[in-house]
T-cell receptor
Framework: GESVGLHLPTLSVQEGDNSIINCAYS??????FIWYKQESGKGPQFIID?????DKRQGQRVTVLLNKTVKHLSLQIAATQPGDSAVYFC???????????FGKGTMLLVSP | GAVVSQHPSRVICKSGTSVKIECRSL??????MFWYRQFPKQSLMLMAT?????????EQGVEKDKFLINHASLTLSTLTVTSAHPEDSSFYIC?????????????FGPGTRLTVL
């Protein structure tokens, strides 16, 4: 099901640190997962995705890990920068044009 | 590529009036677009799925007569909030799928901030 929270979990890190943002999903039938970044007052921005036949995928400074056994998804950001400060959402779907279900989001605060 | 725009970015209206929000895919054709609303410090909640040339599919609890959706072309979907009330004030975001590259990936518009007085 969906997770919609009234209070966003917050992760505070120093510039240059590595950040890890976690997400638990609930639908065992989900086979496509996406991480989005949302800055204040803007729409979500695609970061990276992964399909269920993989357990790791790397992009530029970002890595997504998928553990289907415990239904857990994580986003790792290397050498975090102040510009990475935003709310990060994971989303899951059963692929194709099926709907996305969003997690509740994590606010990442990067201090210089 | 895969750019989605929304218009207007902000709108303030009086209670009882109707407001139309446009969602456009600028560099790709989108047979399916999605409409979300987002309250402060909360996640995105799917309102409806908009399919080109057919009726929209609404999520449970979303009034289809209040939130009218039209998807008349492969690049444009509109959401009309009819007889808006203060509780309709929210951030409305659309997304579209780029079927030419990855059918699974949704790209989001910048959102429309609706304030109903």
């Amino acid at each position: 099901g969906e997770s919609v929270g009234l209070h966003l979990p917050t992760l505070s890190v120093q510039e240059g640190d590595n950040s890890i943002i976690n997400c638990a999903y609930s639908n065992s039938a989900s086979d496509y997962f996406i991480w989005y970044k949302q800055e204040s007052g803007k729409g979500p921005q695609f970061i990276i995705d992964i399909r269920s036949n993989m357990d790791k995928r790397q992009g530029q400074r970002v890595t997504v890990l998928l553990n289907k056994t415990v239904k857990h998804l994580s986003l790792q950001i290397a050498a975090t920068q102040p510009g990475d400060s935003a709310v990060y959402f994971c989303a899951e779907s059963t692929g194709g044009y099926s709907t996305l279900t969003f997690g509740k989001g994590t606010m990442l605060l990067v201090s210089p | 590529g895969a750019v989605v725009s929304q218009h207007p970015s902000r709108v303030i209206c009086k209670s009882g009036t109707s407001v139309k929000i446009e969602c456009r895919s600028l560099d790709f054709q989108a047979t399916t677009m999605f409409w979300y609303r987002q309250f402060p410090k909360q996640s995105l909640m799917l309102m409806a799925t908009s399919n080109e040339g057919s009726k929209a599919t609404y999520e449970q609890g979303v009034e289809k007569d209040k939130f009218l959706i039209n998807h008349a072309s492969l690049t444009l979907s509109t959401l009309t909030v009819t007889s808006a009330h203060p509780e309709d004030s929210s951030f409305y975001i659309c997304s579209a799928g780029d079927f030419q590259s990855s059918a699974d990936t949704q790209y989001f518009g910048p959102g429309t901030r609706l304030t109903v007085l």
